[in-house]
Nanobody, 115 residues
Framework: QVQLMESGGGLVQAGGSLRLSCAAS????????MGWYRQAPGDQRELVAR???????NYADSVKGRFTISRDNAKNTVYLQMNRLQPEDTAVYYC?????????WGQGTQVTVSS
């Protein structure tokens, strides 16, 4: 059974930082690309950052230079370091494991940035 467990969300003031973690089980982690997505109320879910099996990364324009995605295959974990957070970063953040047409999703973790 595939499980993706996000952690690290919370309430932070604008300009602050948070580090999200997503621990995966039930998959051969190193063979899966991993992504962080977010969804704010009333908005569609959007890609925030993605890291391939070769650790190539891509980011949404809105987070470039502020967020960093990384992975530790030994720990089956992907991270999202979020710096200089802004109120518009407020959303539920989801972790996803992606391989070809398959994807698995976590339950999400709330990130709230106060102004």
């Amino acid at each position: 059974q595939v499980q993706l467990m996000e952690s690290g969300g919370g309430l932070v003031q604008a300009g602050g930082s948070l580090r999200l973690s997503c621990a995966a089980s039930g998959i051969a982690f190193s063979y899966w690309a991993m992504g962080w997505y977010r969804q704010a109320p009333g908005d569609q879910r959007e890609l925030v950052a993605r890291i391939t099996t070769n650790s190539n990364t891509n980011y949404a324009d809105s987070v470039k230079g502020r967020f960093t995605i990384s992975r530790d295959n030994a720990k089956n974990t992907v991270y999202l370091q979020m710096n200089r957070l802004q109120p518009e970063d407020t959303a539920v953040y989801y972790c996803a494991a992606e391989r070809f047409e398959f994807s698995n999703w976590g339950q999400g973790t709330q990130v709230t940035v106060s102004s």
